[in-house]
């Protein structure tokens, strides 16, 4: 009987408790990623540049607004900013992420030499900017798993 969790639960819950971090109101995007020895090398959150004040910058996702009155110019997504946290090498590396990752994500994903793709949800799996992401990975044979749905509970 086992009575723990297993490494992807581990990794993946990792990243979900990272995506706490996140102020974006509406989607919220934590990843981790993980060396060949299953060691945390990296963590991070979708969020603002640094310097970049959550009072000055705006969090809108809406797409009837003019660009520069949304998120989307300004915000750096998790994927990167765990690529840029890195305390170590990831080529080879797998990624744990809660939301698959974009087109621009999936350049630095293959750029860094990140092998292995765990997401826990593709709610934009019919976007343009999903399907230009799967091309890339496939081309470059970044492999990528559906995990299981991991819910934290914190009291």
């Known amino acids: 009987?086992?009575?723990?969790?297993?490494?992807?639960?581990?990794?993946?819950?990792?990243?979900?408790?990272?995506?706490l971090r996140s102020k974006d109101p509406n989607t919220k995007v934590g990843a981790c990623i993980v060396n060949q020895d299953k060691r945390i090398v990296g963590i991070g959150y979708n969020g603002f540049p640094f310097g970049?004040?959550?009072?000055?910058?705006?969090?809108?996702?809406?797409?009837?607004?003019?660009?520069l009155d949304t998120k989307y110019p300004y915000v750096v997504h998790?994927?990167?900013?765990?690529?840029?946290?890195?305390?170590?090498?990831?080529?080879?590396?797998?990624l744990y992420v809660t939301l698959f990752p974009?087109?621009?994500?999936?350049?630095l994903i293959i750029q860094s030499g990140i092998k292995h793709i765990v997401y826990m949800d593709n709610k934009y799996e019919n976007e343009s900017s999903t399907q230009a992401s799967k091309?890339?990975?496939?081309?470059?044979?970044?492999?990528?798993?559906?995990?299981?749905?991991?819910?934290?509970?914190l009291s």
């Open 1 to 19: 009987m086992r009575n723990n969790i297993s490494w992807d639960e581990y990794f993946m819950g990792v990243a979900l408790l990272s995506s």
């Open 78 to 94: 998790a994927e990167p900013n765990a690529i840029l946290n890195a305390t170590s090498n990831i080529k080879g590396a797998t």
């Open 135 to 153: 091309r890339m990975l496939d081309a470059a044979g970044v492999t990528y798993i559906k995990g299981k749905e991991i819910k934290i509970t």
């Open 102 to 107: 974009c087109n621009e994500c999936a350049k």
């Open 52 to 67: 970049c004040s959550d009072d000055v910058f705006p969090w809108a996702n809406d797409k009837t607004k003019p660009v």
